[in-house]
């Protein structure tokens, strides 16, 4: 889903809704690909990374020299995003196409960072309602169109 902040009469609760990723540093400290090309193209996409994904996402965590193309090498397939630049992942079931808003770099003990080595399936779903109702509920639940139309019928 995408939203075009500011163009719309409506406002959502959390505008614009936010996408955070994490990653580690390259051994010697400099920064991750991902952290310099979202930082010098001003957008980015941010893939899930589901367990049938998990070999391709591996390959990915390897330092690759900047020239390398991280798709092929991983056998991923790349799909071209609607909204921004950067290519999405094709097999990734949801994918966020993304404006880069800035970097926050956190202190750490080690010149390399840490490394990912646990990962968790997720094996039940469940719902929980925000102990709220009308536009606002609608907007927590990050359907724009919820949140218009209840914003339209006059629930707050």
């Known amino acids: 889903m995408y939203f075009e902040p500011g163009h719309s009469d409506h406002q959502l609760p959390f505008d614009p809704p936010t996408v955070l990723f994490i990653a580690n540093q390259r051994a010697g400290g400099g920064r991750k690909d991902s952290v310099v090309n979202a930082e010098q193209r001003g957008e980015f996409v941010w893939n899930m990374a589901t367990y049938a ?3 391709a996402v591996n390959i ?3 330092e690759f020299e900047p020239s390398v193309d991280e798709f092929q090498r ?3 397939e790349k799909a071209a995003s609607r909204i921004v630049r950067p290519p999405r ?3 990734s079931p949801v994918q966020f196409e993304c404006a880069y808003m800035q970097t926050l770099r956190l202190p ?3 010149e ?3 490394v990912d080595v646990e990962y968790t399936a997720v094996n039940q779903v469940f ?3 925000p102990p709220t109702s009308g536009a606002l509920a609608a907007g927590m639940e990050g359907s724009a169109q919820k949140f218009q139309r209840a914003e339209t019928e006059g629930e707050r």
């Open 112 to 114: 390399a960072g840490t």
């Open 60 to 62: 990915t965590s390897e």
């Open 74 to 76: 991983a056998g991923l």
């Open 53 to 55: 994904l998990r070999e």
């Open 89 to 91: 992942v094709a097999q």
């Open 127 to 129: 719902e929980m309602r």
């Open 108 to 110: 750490g003990n080690s």
